[in-house]
């Protein structure tokens, strides 16, 4: 199979040309070749080219390769990237090491080889195409650097609980000190770990998270230390451990109360040495990693009770950052439920559709005891359920802040009573207004205009 390459043969003698451009299209798609160097410039405006091979004398009876070099010079210059093999029939040291000085790839000598031009073109192909790839990812990491530097990125709230944690990851973030980050589950742990990382002087190294309590006990020394090679039955090549792979960085430990006990005294001997050996080594490998841990128990209470190390909790703990749960935080709920919608919305191509003010006052009154991960879920499952332009109450699926009862009760209030009956229906339905609107005999139009006037 031919390689999807574009290869440019510039000589000045029609023979050489032609002998080199049949051998190559047997191996790539598009294989050009001129006679005349003056057209590179157009030649390069037209088409990128990922390898040229490019002659290095021009004029009868010169053979000091100048015209060569400049020319290589001027393509380097309009197509950096592409790959530049210079042939000649005077090969001389020299002018071999100015032409890699002046960025050519190679440099083939005529009579050439077939086997020895094949390789030499394919090895400047092949590494003009990872360039290309490296040059391409690098442009991504830029835009993503870009987006996620900005100040909390993906961290959403104005509140005055969320003013103050931002505080706090301004002032340590340009430090080096062990953060501990307490909060319920759904909080946003992570990310304010990843917060932490962008701001600290290790933004342009790794952030890894790891997950304790999915890290079985007898795979935790190699997970976390690494192994050698043969070190145990499955150790059938060596492996970094996590802290290895983030020297230079940030290791983020999430749900480090789910610690085993029995591995606490371990992770405690790493962080305190910054050393890390590998099972089945001896050798102590030097760490410089940046520790940020995460949890949703209450640390104290496990030292109390002997289940954690206070020197552990001394040493992973320099700074605590405590995330205050949705509900004590309702004022920033329509912020993230707009955003949600939005991305929402997108994802599902519902452009238009909109949260009423009497569905939002229903997302601040209710609990979240999820927090932030039950109102994404929340707002994905309306966005996927609503029929019109707005959401329902009904398409949530949330808690109630005041359940409806199982039965009409005693009180015979209209209102009331028809508040049960729509609320009723819709359980019934599972959430198909339609079908509940059909049972009570109302019209969608009816049956959204009550559902909205009772808050459902």
């Not at 990812?137 to 509140?159: H, T």
């Not at 946003?188 to 890290?215: C, Q």
């Not at 085993?260 to 405690?268: D, E």
Request: glycine share 6%.
């Amino acid at each position: 199979m031919k390689e999807k390459g574009r290869i440019l043969i510039v000589d000045d003698d029609n023979y050489v040309m032609l002998s080199i451009r049949i051998l190559l299209e047997q191996h790539y798609e598009d294989v050009r070749g001129i006679n005349n160097p003056q057209q590179i410039a157009s030649a390069l405006a037209e088409n990128h080219y990922d390898v040229i091979i490019l002659d290095m004398n021009f004029q009868p009876g010169v053979t000091s390769g100048q015209a060569g070099l400049d020319f290589l010079q001027q393509i380097k210059q309009q197509s950096p990237d592409t790959a530049v093999v210079l042939i000649t029939a005077y090969g001389e040291i020299d002018l071999a090491v100015e032409a890699v000085k002046l960025g050519a790839f190679d440099f083939l000598v005529k009579p050439w080889q077939n086997e020895k031009l094949l390789s030499t073109v394919n090895a400047a192909f092949q590494l003009n195409r990872t360039a290309q790839k490296v040059t391409k990812l690098e442009g991504k990491q830029a835009v993503l650097n870009q987006m996620l530097d900005a100040p909390f990125a993906n961290i959403i709230g104005e509140s005055e609980a969320m003013k103050a944690v931002f505080h706090q990851i301004e002032k340590v973030a340009q430090t080096d000190a062990n953060v501990l980050i307490t909060g319920e589950n759904g909080t946003g742990k992570e990310l304010v770990a990843r917060a932490i990382h962008r701001s600290s002087f290790r933004s342009n190294e790794v952030f890894l998270s790891v997950d304790m309590g999915a890290i079985t006990e007898t795979l935790f020394e190699s997970e976390l230390f690494g192994h050698k090679k043969g070190a145990f039955t499955d150790a059938k090549t060596d492996r970094v451990g996590k802290f290895e792979a983030a020297n230079g960085g940030t290791l983020f430990l999430d749900e480090i109360g789910n610690l085993a006990a029995s591995l606490q005294a371990k992770l405690l001997r790493v962080i305190q040495d910054q050393q890390v050996v590998r099972v089945g080594d001896n050798a102590p490998k030097t760490l410089d990693v940046r520790l940020v841990c995460a949890t949703n128990a209450n640390l104290n209470d496990l030292v109390q009770s002997g289940k954690f190390r206070q020197d552990l909790l001394f040493r992973i703990n320099t700074i605590e950052i405590k995330l205050p749960a949705l509900r004590e935080r309702k004022e920033d709920i329509p912020l993230l439920a707009e955003h949600f919608l939005a991305r929402f919305k997108n994802k599902y191509h519902k452009k238009g559709l909109f949260v009423p003010d009497y569905v939002m006052t229903k997302l601040q009154k209710y609990d979240w005891p999820g927090n932030i991960r039950e109102l994404q879920h929340a707002m994905e499952r309306a966005v996927i359920m609503s029929d019109g332009k707005q959401l329902h109450v009904a398409d949530l699926s949330i808690g109630e802040t005041n359940p409806v009862t199982e039965g009409p009760s005693d009180d015979l209030n209209l209102e009331s009573l028809e508040k049960w009956a729509i609320a009723s229906a819709i359980k019934k339905h599972q959430g198909n207004i339609s079908n509940a609107a059909n049972e009570l005999g109302l019209s969608r139009g009816a049956m959204y205009r009550r559902m909205e006037k009772y808050e459902l």
